[in-house]
């Protein structure tokens, strides 16, 4: 049976570049994959052909022959590998270039990859580390330097974090031949894996640090500074690069990641970068009025005027005696907010007052002669 046009076959006009050849392909690789199709002989041949029409127009000397001749350029053996058309030694490239892409983490591609990536010394990122660390809300108002211990891993200072007794080093693997992975045909495709030997270090150690046994790092505990800066919030993150785990083998260090949480505090409660105090007066400095000293987060006095008549839970601001904004000169406010106690433990002659007070205070009590008048009213209606 004649061939078909290999444009034909993937689907292109005449003369397509490559970008629209490996489009193509990629699309009708999906469709066609012998593993999406149980096996189908239909489809197994137009995968073969597929790729025998792909294998020549992607390569720029093949597509430019087939371009003047048509198949007959590669007939009598031009241009094919021993494994038939479109199954030479340039198959396993095309498929390498394709399906790396298209079922990379089926095969381990990424994997093994990233076992490249280590680089021929084995050498492995230490991991992130995280500390929580508690402060009050003055050292939040101030910022401070902490200091904090934390165990950790460390690079060996017998080894200098190779992991090989001194005087010894690792050597290149000898089943992966130092790349950290090997590879596997199974049918069209070569799956790759790490390696088994070396655990896709791509080195191993015949005589390993009697410190470390090999891991080129050991657990210390470390003293370190911490610079907390003013106006932080709760669940603040501080990072402290390169002071997390050691690396494996001599790789970098990871970070530390400080964690900040408040303690509560005996006044101020916080909302961003305001604060809200709330203080208690005497039924009589409500009712006269009067000044009041009120703390702030500075450790100083503020004077408050309380009004004549001053409500419970009636606010005050202190404009710019809050908190500061991190990393800006700006500061929130301070709320006063009252609230009126009513006393306890009166004396006879207390109680006689108060009782000659409220004989003459209907007037005084707008809120609460209001109130009881609306429910007279309203027992009325049923008595009614």
């Known amino acids: 049976?004649?061939?078909?046009?290999?444009?034909?076959?993937?689907?292109?006009?005449?003369?397509?570049?490559?970008?629209?050849?490996?489009?193509?392909?990629?699309?009708?690789?999906?469709?066609?994959?012998?593993?999406?199709?149980?096996?189908?002989?239909?489809?197994?041949?137009?995968?073969?052909e597929l790729n025998e029409a792909y294998d020549v127009l992607k390569d720029p000397q093949k597509k430019a022959a087939y371009d003047r001749f048509g198949h007959q350029a590669f007939e009598q053996g031009g241009g094919r590998g021993p494994g038939g058309p479109g199954f030479g030694p340039e198959f396993n490239s095309s498929m390498s270039d394709i399906f790396e892409d298209l079922f990379g983490d089926f095969m381990g591609g990424n994997r093994g990859r990233q076992q490249r990536g280590?680089?021929?010394?084995?050498?492995?990122?230490?991991?992130?580390?995280?500390?929580?660390?508690?402060?009050?809300?003055?050292?939040?108002?101030?910022?401070?330097?902490?200091?904090?211990?934390?165990p950790a891993s460390v690079a060996c200072e017998i080894c200098k974090g190779s992991g090989a007794k001194p005087g010894t080093q690792p050597t290149t693997c000898r089943t992966c031949g130092g790349a950290g992975a090997v590879r596997a045909q199974q049918g069209f495709f070569t799956v790759e894996r790490a390696c088994p030997t070396c655990g896709g270090r791509g080195q191993v150690?015949?005589?390993?640090?009697?410190?470390?046994?090999?891991?080129?790092?050991?657990?210390?505990?470390?003293?370190?500074?911490?610079?907390?800066p003013a106006g932080v919030e709760d669940g603040t993150r501080i990072r402290l690069a390169g002071e997390g785990e050691a690396g494996l083998r001599g790789g970098p260090s990871g970070d530390l990641y400080i964690f900040l949480s408040m303690r509560p505090h005996e006044f101020f409660k916080?909302?961003?970068?305001?604060?809200?105090?709330?203080?208690?007066?005497?039924?009589?400095?409500?009712s006269l009025g009067g000044e009041i000293e009120v703390p702030t987060i500075d450790g100083r006095k503020a004077r408050?005027?309380?009004?004549?008549?001053?409500?419970?839970?009636?606010?005050?601001r202190l404009k710019g005696k809050g908190m500061p904004v991190l990393r800006s000169a700006q500061h929130g406010d301070m709320y006063i907010q009252v609230s009126v106690e009513?006393?306890?433990?009166?004396?006879?002659?207390?109680?006689?007052?108060?009782?000659?007070?409220?004989?003459?205070?209907?007037?005084?009590?707008?809120?609460?002669?209001?109130?009881f008048a609306k429910a007279k009213a309203f027992w009325d209606g049923f008595s009614g």
Do not use: W
């Open 270 to 286: 916080r909302d961003g970068a305001d604060l809200y105090c709330e203080v208690p007066i005497s039924m009589a400095t409500a």
């Open 304 to 316: 408050v005027s309380i009004p004549e008549g001053a409500q419970n839970d009636k606010q005050f």
């Open 342 to 371: 009513t006393p306890v433990n009166l004396t006879r002659r207390q109680k006689e007052l108060l009782r000659e007070f409220d004989k003459d205070s209907g007037q005084n009590s707008p809120e609460s002669a209001g109130f």
């Open 205 to 228: 150690i015949a005589d390993p640090c009697t410190a470390c046994h090999g891991q080129g790092r050991v657990t210390k505990e470390r003293n370190l500074s911490v610079n907390i």
């Open 118 to 150: 280590r680089g021929p010394s084995g050498a492995q990122r230490g991991s992130d580390l995280r500390y929580n660390l508690e402060i009050n809300l003055t050292e939040a108002f101030s910022g401070k330097t902490a200091q904090v211990r934390v």
């Open 1 to 48: 049976m004649a061939k078909r046009d290999y444009y034909e076959v993937l689907g292109v006009a005449k003369g397509a570049d490559e970008k629209a050849l490996k489009t193509a392909y990629r699309n009708l690789a999906k469709k066609l994959h012998p593993d999406a199709n149980h096996g189908s002989s239909e489809t197994d041949a137009k995968f073969k």
